[in-house]
C-alpha cells in the first residue's frame, strides 16, 4: 500500500508541476480551473472518437503524411476569409477549440490504438493500412502526446478586412511536416463562430444607426438587448448551441441559449458576478393557450401579477394580436401596466415583421400614448415596449426600422429576437473561409506554395511566411516574409501542447464594440 500510494503520489504531483508551469506560462485568467483542464488532458481521460484529435479530420487526410516531397521538414498555412457577404469579419472562437481538442496531451497509446482501428477499417479498400501510426506515436514519445504545433492568431474580437490572414500555423519539429495540414480540419472549424460574431456585429451597426436617426440614446442599456439569441432550438447540437451563442455575445447581452454562457465561463472566464448573457421570464404559447381562449386576459393577468417588477415579455398572438393590443393590454390591464414596477414587453409571433410591428405600435401608441425624441419620432411610455422575435434577420431588420421610420417610430420602441437567421443561416462559403499552405521547407531550403486556378481567381493563396500588420488605418497582410515581426498583429496563441495567451470575454467585447456618432464605442 505504501509503495502504491508514494507511487500514486509521484504521477500527481509531476501532473500539478507541469499544469502549474504551462498556467505560468500562458497566465491562465481561471487558475483552477486551467489546471484541472490540463490534469484532465495529461491523463487523457476521454477515448471517445469525439474527443480523439486523429478522428478530428477529413478522412483523405489520414493519407496526405505519404504525399508530402521527400525531405519536407516543415509545412506552413493560414487562415483566411477570401471575401463573402461583408466586408469585414470579427474574428472569435479560436480559443475555445485550442482549450477544447487541442490543449495539453491529447495523444494517448489508448487513443492511438482506438483511431488506428477507425481508420484502418474505413480507408481503403484493404489494399494497405493508411493509419500513421509511427508518427503519432513519435508524438506521443517525444512530447509527451502534445501537438508539435505554433498557432499565431489575430487577437479574438478584432474587426478585420477580408482577404486578409486571421491565423498561421506550422510544425515545431521537422518530423511532423504532416501534422500542419492534417489539424486544417478542425482549426477551419473557427469560421462558424467568427460568422456568427460577425453577422451579429453587422446587426449591431444597423441598430445604432437607427437609434441615432431616430433620436434615441445608443448606451448600453440603449443598445446591448437590442437583439436577442433565440437561436438554441435551430441549431444542429448543444456544442453549436453554445459556440455559436457565445459569438453573438461578443456584441450583445440579450441570450436565450444558455450553453452559451457555460461555454463563456468555462473558456473565456466570463464570471457570473457580471453576468453578460441575460433573460428575462418570457411566456411560450403553451403557458398562453393552456388558459383557453376565453381565458387570454387572465393568463395576461397572470403574468403581470407573478412578476410585480421587472421585465417581462408575453407573446401576444396566440388568438388576435389586434384585440390582444386594443382591448386586453390596451384595456382591461392598462392600469396594471401603468402601475407595475417594471416594463411589459408584447410579442408578436406572426404576420409580415415591417407590417406588424407598425400595426402593434400604432394600436398601443393609441392606448398608452406617447412622447417624441428630439427628432422628434415617437416613443412609448418606459412601461410598454414591443418585442418582434419571428422573421428577424441581417436582411429584415433594415426593412422593419425603415417601416418605423416610416410611420414616425423611434427605434427604441423595439427590440428583436433572432434564432435560426442568427445562429444557423450560414455556411463556411458566408465569407469564403480557407486553410491553406503558403510555405514549405524541403531539405532546408523554403519555398513558396500556393495555387492559383484559371478557373477561379477568387481562389488563388498567399505565398510565403505571413504578416497582419497596420498601414496607416487599415489592416493588411504582408507575404514572402516582408516586413517587421515587431508589427505583426498575428500573436503567439498556442505552442505544443501549450495555450500562450488566454484571453477574456470582456476584452473580446472591447475590441468588437462598434463607433458611435458621439465618439463613444458599445
Known sequence: ???????????????????????????????????????????????????????????????????????????????????????????????????????????TKEKIDAAEKLIDAHMGLGEMKHFNREGWEYILEKHDGHLPIEIKAVAE???????????????????????????????????YPMTVATQSREQKKIIVSYLEKTGCDTGFLDVMYMLNDFGCRGVSSMETAAIGGAAHLINFCGSDTMPALGLLHEYYALGFDKMIGTSIPAAEHSTITSWTKPGEVEAFKNMLTQYPKGLVAVVSDSYDIYN?????????????????????????????????????LE?????????????????????????????????????????????????????????????????????????KCCEAIVNGEARDVFKDPITDKGKQSKKGRLKLVKAGDKLTTLTQGEGKEEDDLLELVYLNGVLKKDQTADEIRGRAAVPCENGSSI
Open 1 to 107: 500500500m505504501q509503495a502504491y500510494l508514494e507511487k500514486t503520489r509521484a504521477v500527481v504531483e509531476k501532473a500539478v508541476g507541469d499544469a502549474v508551469t504551462k498556467m505560468a506560462e500562458c497566465e491562465a485568467a481561471d487558475p483552477l480551473k486551467f489546471l484541472a483542464e490540463n490534469i484532465a488532458a495529461q491523463a487523457g481521460m476521454s477515448t471517445s472518437t469525439l474527443d480523439n484529435i486523429m478522428c478530428l479530420s477529413d478522412s483523405y487526410k489520414t493519407s496526405h503524411w505519404r504525399q508530402y516531397p521527400a525531405g519536407t521538414e516543415y509545412v506552413y498555412s493560414y487562415f483566411e476569409s477570401r471575401g463573402g457577404k461583408f466586408d469585414e469579419i470579427t474574428f472569435f472562437g479560436l480559443q475555445y477549440i485550442l482549450k477544447r481538442y487541442m490543449t495539453g496531451k491529447v495523444v
Open 157 to 191: 474580437g478584432t474587426n478585420v478586412p477580408v482577404k486578409n490572414a486571421l491565423m498561421t500555423v506550422v510544425n515545431t519539429d521537422p518530423k511532423c511536416y504532416w501534422l500542419t495540414n492534417y489539424l486544417e480540419t478542425l482549426l477551419v472549424q473557427v469560421w
Open 324 to 360: 390582444a393590443c386594443k382591448n386586453l393590454w390596451g384595456g382591461e390591464l392598462i392600469d396594471l401596466i401603468k402601475n407595475r414596477e417594471g416594463r411589459l414587453v408584447v410579442r408578436p409571433d406572426s404576420g409580415d415583421p415591417p407590417v406588424i410591428v407598425c400595426e402593434v
Open 363 to 435: 394600436l398601443l401608441g393609441e392606448k398608452f400614448g406617447t412622447t417624441t425624441t428630439e427628432k422628434g419620432f415617437k416613443l412609448l411610455p418606459p412601461q410598454i415596449r414591443v418585442i418582434q422575435g419571428d422573421g428577424v434577420s441581417y436582411e429584415s431588420l433594415s426593412s422593419i426600422l425603415d417601416a418605423m421610420v416610416e410611420k414616425g417610430w423611434a427605434a427604441a420602441n423595439v427590440a428583436y429576437g433572432s434564432g435560426g437567421a442568427l445562429l444557423q443561416k450560414m455556411n463556411r462559403d458566408t465569407q469564403k473561409c480557407a486553410f
